[in-house]
């Protein structure tokens, strides 16, 4: 994408600014078979990006200024709001050190029971037991399945598989399906939750920060769309309150778990109005619209993660062009 092209669309295409949303930063870690590598970026890369997004006239915003200014007409300048989710120990480690070099305005979305040493990063297990076996078996629906997965592509596709099957189940089956797979192969699902996830000092440093906003992405990190509606209500309001005393801050912004069109609808977005929060934002891409236009609490975000890696591409995703999908090199 040409940077001349880009500049034109971000005139021509209108809106008033962009949400980008990032998960993990941190540096390329060794070995082949790497499935979330495309969750993530270089902290060069993050550097990099909000230098050139000051370049490019971009105007860095905290959530609450973004939903001022998405109430209001168009601006000559618009505006960028970073968002990162999950709430990881690299963005302690990684990502803060770049945003506060920078000193912009940033969001973390946490979901608490991670902080709290109750979540189950069942994405994790399932990578180390995908990695560390040629063969794996487990229940599919009530039946029993076998994955050879002896090759580096054969662990792609059965880790995909077996990743969208674990998200869509509601929260109870998939603690179980996870919690068989890892007694059969060795894998210490409490470790690999407790050893990625932040603590509540970290937290307690990013609420005295006046650049950070710390909003909440339930407790438990749910596919919100699979579960009943009265879990998917305490999910939303227990994760509020809990940041809340925890933290002596209002938590009034919410990130929706996985965030793309089959992880939330109409009754989730009814659910978040419910749990009192002001914005709620979605993985589904696309540009904020001035004067209201853009519903609050399903606001589209940029995800910028590691299927794309040059500046050009993520100047053209904020003008507003669709990018192919692309597995992370």
């Not at 790497?34 to 990099?48: A, N, T």
């Not at 506060?100 to 979901?111: E, G």
């Not at 809990?242 to 996985?258: D, K, N, Q, S």
Request: glycine fraction near 8%; charge should be positive; charged fraction near 20%.
């Amino acid at each position: 994408m040409l940077p001349g092209v880009a500049r034109i669309a971000e005139r021509t295409v209108g809106g008033a600014g962009v949400i980008l949303k990032f998960e993990h930063v941190r540096p390329r870690k060794p070995g082949s078979f790497q499935p979330l590598r495309s969750h993530e970026i270089r902290p060069g890369f993050l550097d990099k990006a909000i230098g050139a997004m000051r370049r490019w006239k971009y105007e860095f915003v905290s959530m609450d200024e973004m939903r001022v200014r998405a109430l209001q007409p168009a601006s000559a300048r618009r505006f960028v709001c970073l968002s990162f989710d999950c709430a990881t120990r690299d963005f302690m480690t990684f990502a803060y050190p770049v945003l506060s070099r920078h000193r912009v305005p940033f969001t973390l979305y946490v979901p608490t029971g991670f902080i709290d040493g109750i979540g189950e990063a069942w994405w994790l297990a399932l990578e180390e037991i995908v990695a560390h076996n040629e063969r794996i078996g487990l229940m599919v629906d009530n039946v029993e399945n076998r994955f050879a997965i002896g090759t580096t592509e054969e662990k792609y596709q059965v880790y995909d598989f077996l990743y969208d099957w674990l998200r869509a189940l509601p929260p109870p089956d998939r603690s179980a399906a996870i919690g068989d797979l890892c007694t059969r192969y060795g894998a210490d699902l409490k470790a690999l939750s407790r050893g990625d996830a932040m603590t509540w000092a970290n937290l307690t440093t990013l609420a005295r920060d006046a650049q950070a906003t710390i909003g909440s992405a339930t407790v438990h990190y749910p596919q919100l769309s699979s579960a009943a509606g009265n879990i998917a209500l305490r999910e939303m309001t227990m994760g509020r309150s809990i940041l809340e005393t925890a933290l002596g801050t209002e938590c009034r912004h919410f990130a929706y778990p996985f965030g793309h069109g089959r992880s939330f609808g109409p009754r989730e977005i009814q659910l978040a109005k419910q749990a009192g929060f002001l914005t709620a934002v979605s993985a589904q891409p696309g540009i904020v619209q001035p004067q209201g236009k853009s519903e609050m609490l399903s606001l589209p975000r940029i995800a910028w993660n590691g299927r794309h890696k040059s500046l050009s591409h993520l100047r053209a995703a904020m003008a507003g062009f669709v990018l192919p999908r692309n597995r992370a090199a």
